[in-house]
């Protein structure tokens, strides 16, 4: 309250005058004087404290007309008393206690081994709480390994090919800068107004592909296409980060897988599930290649991105629903990459039968599968999520 | 024989060849690359030695006239085989003097040099180069195999052929599929590479390996044509596949699509896919030479098609043109398709060619004009800045006394030496090239001679660097050049001039610019009310929206559409701006124009006609005459799948309508109209 006192007088500070003004009748015009900050511009801070001082009357501490028992410790807890922005702490770092990213170092950093990146997943098996610690085994869940400077540069080919598209796609280009929601709903039918949960779900698949593909890109540190080739000239900004896997593969997919696996009734035909399958991931693949037309990706970031994206997104729904007891682990062999190897969407997934496929191309390999248990304050808002639909 | 018996003019022994002529002094710098270079020529059976029970074609395939040995010339040159085994139309022709050969680029001035070559060919048209790699034998498939299962139809049903020659076409759009299978009997993809050794390019696919394809894909479109080769992301160019619509696809939607589940087998489609450098690199080559191979390859396999007692008529859509030729029926394509038709006529498989009209009355591409003795007339031709094509213009001479005419071509760095050439008959070559001996311009003063009359060809350079070129290119200066037309004989002459197309195709990567004809004093662009100026009415220019047919359209057998706009009511249907207009120099045609209008605009507002993307369930609009012309070929199909009579001509055409607010002069609307327009109903989304 001191810088107020130290202006007054001061004509055309709003306000300002009113702090000294409640003595007086001078005051009047500081009603308006004590705003709030920042996004609470305009709440009416001033307002209430004069307010207050016209009806609190004297101290009672009579008790409430509501429910103000004490609110009982439980888990999830008491998760509908908060709000999306307060509730997305609580679920990232419900997953994220359980994700622990780590990559080889080579020794003396000599190139010539191969450097893995690898995410790796707690199986918790007491339960943590306020007195005992969390314990569990790790196992490894995605594992990357990087392509071959060669590679990258015999990929540069298919960017330049895919760059014909350019005029074609330059407006999904552009829509599809931003999170992708327009796409995502005029596919499946969101209502920012009906779908409250299934949006606040989904923002936490964009955060959680984001953890994982920031820290593959870190680790990784894939070179983009224009850093290897001044004939590039990508049509919008490319991104600082690195380039595999691509974050807009990772994430469209992610999203896809549990889109598709959300909305859908137990009793919805398999026929009309498959289809809705299909369209989502061919919209994912779609927005993937369309980052190889912008020129800011190689095919091999897109099926990288594939991958991580269907395992994040498997790994989402098994943690949110509980409904599955493991689920399978992931090596992408970048150096297995085939140079001229191109992305369509429909090498490693079967949209089918929802599986990947049986026998995977070489690059990709199927390791043990990892138990997932369910995390239960995720599961409130999958509940909560799948009542909308 | 369709065309005069050749003999060349005394004053040019040579046959006529300017664009080959071209290509070797350029160095081949406006060609894409390719080791071979297809070429269409017309030759001289006289000259040939035709064995007892031979045709003159399979005395000229033999290539005796050549050499006495012609496996020595296999390095040289070699004949596709849709013309060594031809398809049986062709076969019973005793004389017929056109071939497609392939000349490798480092044998063809010793080729052009010798008198064998000289004395048997008459004209020459060249089309774009190809690799050898991509050369193979063209009609890979058995003809005895049996047909996809959308292809049967009812034994004795009435049935008839589309063939559709163009560039981009999805063929596996359900468009032109129904419930059993594909029906697109054969498709041809001209410039894929594919293996083996035989002499003509690319890859031929039929019913049963497109339904096959696409089952093994699980109907993913993409993943078929990517295995085909149509849609290869790791090279660099035009992928007509790969984007949202294109030309083929949307003109055989319009000639021969379907719903899928009406279930039509009676119009089984051929379709020729030409490479994109025949018809997107313009003002290097021409596209003649693949569609005339594509034309025979449709002939063939109708012949496959056909049933026993069955009379299979054809239909062929080419929704192509060039801006130049002779405009009087005698381009090499023209005397072709005429003799095909003919030929065809009362045969078990009659020929019907639909061709688009051309959509360049607006375009500024044409001059023409009449000298007396002694005169000159100067045409102002502007070449734009920033064109990485060639700048070409040929012009026609009707019956030149001697003296002949003589053509000066002045840049607009003129009087600077070193930037002018002259050609007249007895000086009939001139060039400017620069320091590194690249061309500058050129001129050609090519006599009368074989089917083709006297005529100037001009090629002027680039007038930017391409980026793929390399630095050592000339680069000439854009601005007005002019052409100085003087009559040197004794009688007055009319001369035509048309520039070759130069522009860029839309969609393609943006290369040439075209040039066009200016005339400021005279010719009006836009009417007192500022609309843009449709018709040359009171006009005195010698530039004219006239007489800017396609050059392949003024055959006498073919049938030429040009295009029009709807509108609310038939009083406001009124021809499209751009489609080119009549009359032409050819008596035996019946009309002097387009045959008639299809409708190419679906208003002011709503440009071009929706019809099929290149993916399922996709549509978009596309205007023009290559619009218009396949919705006369449907008509026709559909008049003969009803009637069991081919059509010449609806007779439900109306004439426009004369609306105040825009009416078509009198004098002019034959030229442009020809029979009438055909109403068709306006409708939302595809035509029926």
Redesign the interface.
């Known amino acids: 309250m001191s810088y107020l006192q130290g202006l007054e007088g001061v004509e055309g500070v709003e306000g300002v005058e009113g702090v000294e003004g409640v003595e007086g009748v001078e005051g009047v015009e500081g009603v308006e004087g004590v705003e709030g900050v920042g996004r609470y511009r305009g709440f009416p801070v001033g307002a209430l404290i004069t307010h207050r001082d016209g009806i609190v009357g004297s101290w009672a501490n009579g008790g409430t007309g509501w429910d103000s028992a004490e609110i009982p410790q439980a888990v999830p807890g008491e998760l509908k008393r908060w709000d999306p922005r307060i509730r997305r702490f609580l679920f990232e770092s419900e997953l994220l206690s359980s994700l622990y990213f780590a990559a080889d170092i080579a020794p003396g950093g000599a190139s010539g081994t191969q450097q893995w990146a690898t995410l790796w997943s707690l199986n918790e098996t007491g339960g943590a709480t306020g007195q005992n610690a969390p314990a569990g085994t790790w196992s490894k869940f995605v594992s990357m390994n990087r392509p071959t400077h060669s590679i990258l540069q015999q990929q540069l080919n298919l960017v330049n090919g895919y760059s014909d598209l350019r005029a074609d796609r330059a407006r999904e280009i552009i829509a599809q800068m931003r999170p992708q929601y327009a796409f995502w709903s005029s596919v499946v039918p969101l209502y920012r107004g009906r779908h409250r949960r299934t949006l606040e779900l989904i923002q936490i698949v964009l955060r959680l592909a984001k953890y994982a593909e920031m820290n593959f890109k870190h680790a990784l540190c894939v070179r983009r296409p224009h850093e290897l080739s001044p004939q590039i000239q990508t049509i919008i900004p490319t991104p600082i980060h690195g380039s595999l896997p691509s974050g807009h593969s990772t994430e469209a997919h992610a999203v896809a897988m549990v889109l598709g696996e959300l909305v859908c009734r137990t009793t919805t035909p398999a026929a009309a599930r498959t289809q809705l399958r299909e369209l989502l991931m061919r919209q994912a693949a779609r927005i993937a290649i369309n980052r190889t037309v912008v020129g800011c990706h190689y095919p091999v970031d897109s099926m990288a991105g594939q991958l991580l994206g269907l395992a994040i997104g498997r790994y989402f729904i098994a943690r949110a629903t509980g409904s599955v007891a493991s689920v399978d682990s992931w090596t992408f062999d970048g150096e297995a990459f085939p140079a001229l190897g191109d992305f369509t969407g429909s090498e490693i997934y079967d949209p089918v039968n929802d599986t990947m496929k049986s026998q995977p191309p070489n690059y990709l390999t199927r390791t043990a599968a990892i138990a997932v248990k369910k995390a239960p304050m995720l599961n409130w808002l999958w509940s909560e999520a799948v009542s909308e639909w | 024989m369709v065309t005069a018996p050749g003999s060349h003019n005394p004053l040019s022994p040579r046959p006529v060849q300017p664009y080959l002529d071209w290509a070797i002094a350029t160095k081949f710098a406006y060609l894409r690359e390719g080791d071979w270079l297809p070429l269409l020529v017309e030759f001289n059976p006289q000259t040939l030695r035709i064995e007892s029970g031979q045709t003159s074609l399979q005395a000229f395939t033999s290539l005796k006239w050549l050499s006495d040995d012609p496996r020595t010339l296999e390095d040289a040159i070699r004949i596709p085989d849709l013309f060594v085994e031809p398809p049986k139309l062709l076969a019973r022709a005793k004389e017929f003097g056109f071939c497609v050969v392939l000349v490798h680029r480092k044998q063809v001035v010793a080729l052009l040099d010798s008198p064998e070559w000289n004395r048997t060919i008459l004209r020459v048209e060249l089309g774009p180069p190809v690799t050898l790699a991509s050369l193979q034998k063209t009609l890979k498939s058995d003809p005895a195999a049996p047909l996809g299962a959308g292809l049967s139809a009812a034994a004795g049903a009435r049935r008839i052929v589309i063939g559709v020659i163009d560039q981009g076409i999805a063929f596996t759009h359900d468009r032109f599929r129904n419930r059993s299978g594909s029906r697109i009997a054969y498709v041809w993809q001209q410039d894929l590479m594919g293996g083996g050794s035989f002499v003509t390019p690319g890859i031929e696919i039929t019913a049963a390996e497109i339904d096959a394809a696409l089952a093994a894909a699980?109907g993913?479109e993409?993943?078929v044509y990517?295995s085909t080769g149509g849609l290869?992301?790791?090279?660099?160019?035009?992928?007509a596949l790969?984007?949202?619509r294109s030309h083929g696809t949307h003109v055989l939607d319009l000639a021969a699509g379907a719903d899928l589940h009406d279930d039509v087998t009676d119009r089984p489609i051929i379709a020729v896919d030409m490479p994109d450098e025949a018809v997107g690199d313009p003002a290097g080559s021409t596209l003649t030479v693949h569609a005339i191979l594509g034309l025979l390859y449709i002939l063939h396999r109708a012949d496959s098609l056909r049933r026993p007692n069955e009379t299979l008529p054809v239909v062929v859509n080419l929704s192509y043109g060039p801006h130049e030729g002779p405009h009087d029926g005698t381009a090499i394509l023209e005397l072709v398709m005429d003799f095909f038709v003919q030929l065809a006529a009362n045969s078990e498989t009659p020929l019907k060619i639909v061709l688009a009209a051309g959509n360049f009355r607006q375009s500024r591409i044409h001059a023409a004009f009449q000298i007396r003795p002694g005169q000159t007339k100067t045409l102002q031709w502007r070449l734009q800045p920033g064109g990485l094509t060639a700048s070409l213009m040929e012009i026609w001479l009707a019956d030149v006394a001697a003296g002949g005419v003589s053509v000066a071509v002045r840049s607009p760095l003129h009087p600077l030496p070193n930037q002018s050439v002259t050609v007249s008959p007895a000086s009939p070559e001139d060039d400017v090239k620069d320091a590194a001996g690249s061309v500058l311009m050129e001129a050609r003063y090519l006599a009368a001679g074989g089917g083709s009359r006297s005529h100037v060809v001009i090629g002027i350079a680039r007038t930017a660097l391409d980026p793929a070129g390399g630095w050592g290119q000339a680069v000439a200066p854009s601005g007005v050049w002019s052409v100085e037309v003087t009559n040197t004989s004794t009688a007055p002459v009319s001369v035509q001039a048309w520039i070759k197309r130069s522009d860029t195709p839309s969609?393609h990567?943006a290369k040439g610019r075209q040039s066009y004809f200016e005339d400021p004093a005279n010719y009006r662009r836009a009417r007192p009310n500022g609309r843009p100026a449709e018709f040359d009415e009171t006009s005195e220019s010698h530039l004219r929206r006239r007489e800017t047919l396609s050059g392949i359209a003024t055959g006498e057998r073919t049938v030429v559409i040009g295009g029009y706009r709807r509108g609310d009511n038939s009083a406001d249907m009124h021809p499209a701006p751009y489609s080119s207009a009549g009359p032409h120099d050819n008596s035996k045609r019946g009309y002097s124009a387009p045959d008639w209008l299809e409708h190419s605009d679906d208003s002011i507002a709503c440009f071009g006609v929706l019809a099929a993307g290149t993916r399922s369930g996709s549509s978009a609009p596309m205007n023009g005459t290559s619009a218009a012309a396949p919705q006369a070929a449907k008509w026709i199909a559909e008049t003969w799948l009803s009637t069991g009579v081919l059509p010449v001509r609806p007779n439900n055409l109306v004439q426009p309508g004369a609306n105040p607010s825009n009416p078509i002069p009198a004098g002019e609307r034959p030229d442009v109209v020809g029979g009438g327009l055909r109403p068709t109903p306006q409708k939302r989304g595809r035509p029926s």
Request: overall charge positive.
């Open positions: 699980g993913d993409d993943a990517r290869d992301y790791s090279s660099g160019g035009y992928k790969g984007r949202r969609g990567p």
